[in-house]
């Protein structure tokens, strides 16, 4: 009643979530590696969707008179191929445009598949508590208790080499860190003034876990996305240089490391310009989740 008699309202949550992503907005933006690492996922992502455009060649087409052509700035080497060709006479440069579609892809759909079932895991376990708790988190306990990648390898050595196989694997790798950041989130989340408000006013359970605490442990997802991101498409580089990942000829960057790793000495381009491109994509994720953690965290803005 007072507020109306003052011509006063409170916010609508639609305001203060605008409030906040302008907030973060401008916290990001202060901060130069954030906005640095964000530039280079920007140019990746228009890379990989406009792939067959911007790439001079296909990444399975085969130029025989000039295999193992050097870059353009070494001797011997053309605008034609401005990274130069493989053992076969590919383009690398295209191969690495292609490259970035599928690798992106990967962690997409990794980064969604351990979001969705770790958060729903995690959201159960935290808000029910007793036996589903001590359940989802004992298993969760034993899946990070193996090291990632040797989990990975296990679980495509059941499966079967393959992308689809190794995306799966680097999924259930990570799904146990979204499983218990959930958890703690909601566990912080529960015991606050506005949750217990709710639950005294009548609010069902399902509203509880939904409406009024899921949104407010969106944050630190956010964050963990974004180098899970990164990480997914390490480990499935890791998984393809091994054999296990993406198979020859699949333009992914791991495979192009194993299937050009005997020409180290005699074109080293074929190796190194892969793996840079593995290091700046994960290298930008990293910045840009540094950035997204610094904005979101009250405990770190200044």
């Not at 499966?159 to 950041?181: D, E, S």
């Not at 949750?195 to 949104?215: C, E, F």
């Not at 793996?275 to 965290?297: E, K, M």
Request: overall charge positive; glycine content about 8%; charged content about 15%.
């Amino acid at each position: 009643m007072a507020a109306l008699e003052t011509g006063t309202t409170k916010p609508s949550s639609r305001a203060r979530r605008e409030s906040l992503t302008a907030e973060t907005w401008r916290s990001l933006r202060r901060n130069r590696g954030a906005m640095s690492g964000l530039a280079i996922v920007v140019l990746l992502l228009l890379t990989a969707v406009f792939a067959d455009i911007v790439a001079p060649h296909g990444p399975a087409e085969q130029f025989r008179d000039h295999l193992l052509q050097p870059p353009v700035w070494s001797e011997g080497g053309a605008w034609r191929f401005p990274f130069g060709t493989d053992d076969l006479g590919r383009c690398v440069l295209s191969r690495l445009i292609h490259g970035s579609r599928l690798s992106l892809l990967i962690g997409f759909l990794v980064v969604s598949f351990s979001l969705t079932c770790g958060g729903l895991l995690g959201l159960v376990a935290g808000f029910f508590g007793g036996t589903a708790d001590l359940l989802i988190m004992r298993a969760m306990d034993i899946l990070l208790a193996l090291p990632s990648l040797l989990l990975a390898l296990v679980i495509v050595a059941i499966l079967g080499p393959g992308l689809t196989n190794a995306m799966i694997a680097v999924a259930v790798v990570f799904l146990p860190h979204f499983a218990r950041l959930m958890r703690a989130s909601v566990l912080s989340e529960a015991a606050r003034d506005y949750v217990v408000a709710s639950r005294v006013a009548g609010a069902s359970r399902w509203r509880l876990m939904t409406d009024t605490i899921l949104p407010n442990c969106v944050a630190p997802l956010i964050v963990q996305t974004t180098l899970s991101f990164s990480a997914a498409i390490l480990d499935a580089a890791a998984l393809g240089f091994l054999g296990l990942g993406a198979q020859p000829p699949t333009p992914e960057w791991g495979t192009m490391l194993a299937s050009a790793l005997s020409f180290l000495q005699a074109a080293p381009w074929v190796v190194t310009l892969p793996g840079c491109a593995i290091l700046i994509t994960v290298l930008a994720f990293n910045l840009l989740g540094d950035g997204l953690r610094d904005a979101l965290d009250p405990k770190l803005k200044r």
